[in-house]
């Protein structure tokens, strides 16, 4: 990315916010990179260089800075480049496809090669993936390092190193000194299976609608699953057979608070990653909405809701089996289903939480479900057939919610399966792909959002042909139109009209492959 020098140095000079989190400084005096909003006094110009991510300061030789702490910036590196490849690499990246695997399996399951691969991190992010994936490390490392009171060998561990040794020899090589001398005071460790558990802040660019995605999530929780109480949305998770619970909450300074109840430190940056999707962090709200108000339909629903975010899911088989559960009835009913489902196939969740004791189960695996009579759920037996097919599809293929070349090529894949059709497809991309034009057209609730002064709603048609403006950002429109028709409702204090709106929705889409 070729950023305008003098443009650059007047952001740092005036510590301009809005820079957070789009660029870095590196100071050739000092040989650390910092974000624009550094306390330390503004370098000369001829000493500072620019760089559009932590990872292409990183390859150029700067180590992150002890005072404005790199780590601590806004994560927007999925949204920065115009590649799409190079977004999803990073999701997977993130999500740890760089701890045990190479640069080819991560092009292989991009489908690309890897010298291509290559080309467009250096074209879009300055970095090869390897020193994005050491970077991430790295920083998150000095992040638990700041914020908690892990052991240094917990930190390793939890950060993604392979080694402690090869944790201390990283910190040395960058800082001069060992892990331990960047921690402040002098306060005992605790290990985390003293503490019980690890709390860690998960920073986004502002604003962030949390009562928006609070609500959405309570409206779609799974009894014995998830649960929101007051402020705070809680999870039973699982990986590699342990399980545990997530709490997430507001916190100060543009910040989400993330404690986490896990045996198993290793899993902690796939558990990051996660939550980091499920309450789209990634996001810049600032370059979506200012894209999307040029529509003067969409920007009172902007101007409503700044910082709406796209919800994200947990896991791409739970998502799915939620998804064609909820065909032909209402959200309620169909999470119903679903907390039936978890209460007789679900696994008993073996530590419980006191301060969120609904939380009582982990989700059904796919093998579970392949094997088991869902007769008692009193579905339709074409119903309990895409089901039972669903999971065998992910028995089958453990990466088939995993990241596609292109949003038409994750669709056709999705459309394969048994029971998906078209909007579940694109709702399925939209939480799970995390794709951000993904745009279900068909959807009843998008279209009464969209009707004129005269009550007329468009065809599908007609509105996919107007979220042609949208792109590439007709997820986010998806949601606003959501939400405002929500807030019509409410305002026109008419609580059935909600219900009605299901039924309707669930009414036109059903399952729409033969099964």
């Not at 342990?242 to 608070?257: C, K, M, N, T």
């Not at 959501?482 to 026109?492: E, T």
């Amino acid at each position: 990315m070729d950023l305008d020098h003098d443009a650059c140095y007047r952001a740092i000079s005036t510590r301009d916010v809005r820079f957070d989190g789009r660029l870095f400084i590196g100071v050739k005096t000092t040989g650390v990179y910092c974000r624009p909003i550094c306390p330390a006094r503004v370098p000369k110009k001829e000493n500072v260089r620019f760089y559009s991510t932590a990872a292409s300061a990183h390859e150029a030789g700067f180590r992150p800075c002890l005072r404005c702490r790199p780590e601590a910036a806004p994560n927007l590196g999925a949204w920065q480049g115009t590649s799409n490849t190079v977004s999803r690499a990073l999701s997977l990246i993130e999500a740890g496809a760089m701890d045990e695997g190479d640069v080819s399996g991560l092009a292989e399951r991009l489908g690309v090669g890897e010298r291509q691969l290559r080309r467009l991190f250096r074209r879009h992010l300055g970095a090869s993936p390897i020193t994005v994936a050491q970077t991430r490390r790295v920083l998150l490392a000095k992040q638990l390092i700041h914020e908690t009171k892990l052991p240094m060998t917990e930190v390793a561990l939890a950060s993604g190193f392979g080694s402690v040794r090869r944790f201390n020899q990283t910190f040395q090589q960058l800082y001069g000194r060992a892990p331990c001398a960047l921690r402040r005071g002098n306060a005992a460790e605790i290990p985390s299976d003293v503490a019980g558990s690890v709390a860690i802040r998960l920073r986004y660019r502002p604003p962030h609608d949390w009562p928006a995605m609070l609500a959405f999530l309570r409206l779609r929780s799974i009894p014995g699953i998830e649960v929101v109480v007051g402020d705070a949305y809680a999870r039973t998770i699982e990986f590699d057979g342990a399980q545990g619970i997530v709490v997430v909450r507001p916190a100060d300074h543009s910040a989400l608070e993330a404690t986490i109840r896990f045996p198993k430190l290793s899993s902690l940056p796939a558990i990051i990653a996660r939550l980091r999707r499920v309450f789209d962090l990634a996001a810049d709200p600032t370059a979506i909405e200012s894209h999307l108000a040029k529509d003067p339909a969409l920007a009172a629903m902007i101007k409503a809701r700044p910082g709406l975010r796209v919800p994200g899911a947990w896991d791409g088989f739970e998502l799915a089996v939620r998804a064609l559960l909820g065909q032909q009835v209402t959200v309620t009913a169909g999470i119903a289903l679903a907390g039936k489902l978890v209460a007789v196939h679900g696994r008993p969740l073996k530590t419980r939480h006191p301060d969120f004791p609904a939380l009582t189960h982990i989700f059904p695996r796919p093998k579970r479900i392949v094997e088991a009579d869902l007769t008692h759920l009193g579905m339709p037996k074409k119903r309990i057939a895409a089901l039972a097919a669903l999971a065998a599809a992910v028995v089958a293929d453990p990466q088939i919610f995993g990241a596609r070349r292109s949003l038409e090529e994750a669709i056709v894949q999705l459309r394969s399966l048994v029971g998906v059709g078209e909007w579940t497809a694109q709702y399925i991309a939209m939480r799970e792909l995390r794709e951000p034009d993904a745009f279900p057209a068909a959807d009843v609730g998008l279209m009464r959002a969209m009707e004129d002064s005269t009550g007329r709603r468009p065809t599908p048609g007609e509105l996919l042909a107007r979220a042609e403006g949208w792109r590439p950002w007709r997820a986010y429109a998806a949601q606003h139109l959501w939400s405002a028709w929500a807030d019509r409702a409410v305002r026109a204090r008419n609580p059935n009209e909600l219900a009605r709106q299901e039924r309707l929705e669930a009414a036109e889409d059903g399952l729409e492959t033969s099964v």
